[in-house]
């Protein structure tokens, strides 16, 4: 195999041994690719062998036309970066190779020499940078997700390993996953912290070589309470607190409820407190009035003493006793008043109440007066004759 490579580059490249240059060892050369389309070479060399001026360039060969990479100065070195995506149809594969050559022109003169005999891609890998990292927080764990750059039909992907870099909280955490998708313990983090991840990749060093991508684009987040900064103690605390905050006010609601319901239903309302001056009473002057010239205006005959077996009244007396006490009961009508029922009478609030329990009132505030005596005797219905006699 080896002599069909020599054999194929002696035939192909035996133009470059017109007008040799003598390097002698005295350079570096170094050539990455992403194994897709794109080669990126740095060269090392003496000043005295590429002049200033000098134009030079890097020769890519193969079995097709040579692809130029013209050298640009850099701090002490130079560079160049062939791009074949418009000059070839599909990406590296693991067979391709190049022979790789120096050529220099200088004041008319040129030069040439071959760097490198067999460049193979596949041995000189620099992935591209993974993309679309993206955070996911969950309550004990964080995932980490990423694209590799690649499609993923592509032999490369499945031989690419990854650094996940996280910083946070004066610390570093590396992890390295085998695939495009890790996950993180919480407790890793301190809350309420502000992190940045980060990404690269680089083949697994088996049967694809390189070295390590650029990072990918940085991802940045803020953790929570559910990291290892909320401990449970803190968490129980803090549980506790509310606890004891809200059993005070649960307990007087609790405690309010029944008592509220049983003075509802215990209370009963009392006419007593609106009438608090029965003399300043705008309807019962006249009333009273009326009641005080009646009881003037009777005169006692005669009074019989009479002893506890006294007979009960008859029903002809209760019948008597019921029109006088309709006759007391008529209602007093003014113009300014409106039309009450004879059994109730208004208080200074205005509100209705009976004339029974008005009297009873009256009775209790006032006694003493003329309406009051605890000295009482019973008025019954006699004969004249009988009372003469």
Request: charged share 15%; with cysteine.
């Amino acid at each position: 195999m080896r002599f069909v490579l020599l054999c194929l580059s002696f035939a192909c490249f035996s133009h470059l041994w017109g007008n040799p240059m003598s390097l002698e060892g005295n350079y570096s050369l170094e050539c990455l690719n992403d194994y897709l389309f794109t080669i990126t070479c740095v060269l090392n060399v003496s000043s005295n062998l590429l002049p200033h001026g000098a134009t030079s360039w890097l020769e890519f060969h193969d079995y097709r036309d040579p692809y130029l990479c013209v050298l640009k100065v850099q701090a002490h070195s130079w560079v160049c970066e062939l791009d074949l995506t418009l000059l070839v149809e599909y990406t590296f594969t693991d067979t391709d190779f190049f022979l790789i050559s120096l050529n220099s022109s200088y004041h008319g003169n040129s030069s040439s020499a071959v760097l490198e005999e067999i460049y193979k891609p596949v041995k000189h890998i620099r992935p591209v940078p993974p993309s679309n990292l993206s955070y996911l927080g969950k309550t004990d764990r964080v995932v980490f997700r990423w694209l590799s750059g690649y499609q993923e039909n592509t032999s490369l992907v499945q031989n690419l390993q990854y650094e996940l870099s996280i910083h946070g909280d004066g610390k570093v955490i590396d992890v390295h996953p085998v695939h495009t998708h890790v996950v993180v313990e919480m407790s890793s983090f301190v809350a309420h912290r502000s992190y940045m991840a980060r990404v690269r990749s680089v083949p697994n060093q088996m049967h694809y070589k390189g070295v390590w991508s650029h990072w990918g684009p940085a991802v940045h987040w803020t953790t929570g309470v559910n990291s290892k900064g909320e401990t449970s103690d803190q968490s129980f605390s803090s549980i506790w607190f509310a606890v004891f905050c809200l059993l005070p006010v649960s307990f007087l609601l609790l405690s309010y409820i029944p008592y509220y319901r049983w003075k509802k239903q215990v209370f009963i309302p009392s006419p007593t407190p609106y009438i608090r001056d029965f003399k300043r009473c705008a309807v019962l002057p006249g009333i009273v009035g009326e009641l005080l010239q009646g009881e003037e205006s009777l005169k006692i005959d005669s009074m019989i003493e009479e002893s506890d077996s006294t007979p009960s009244p008859s029903p002809v007396h209760y019948e008597k006793m019921r029109s006088v006490h309709d006759q007391s009961e008529q209602p007093f009508i003014t113009s300014a008043a409106p039309f009450m029922s004879p059994n109730m009478i208004l208080s200074p609030a205005g509100t209705e109440i009976s004339f029974s329990s008005w009297l009873e009132d009256f009775a209790a505030t006032d006694t003493g007066s003329v309406t009051w005596s605890e000295d009482y005797c019973t008025l019954s219905h006699v004969n004249t004759e009988q009372a003469t006699k």
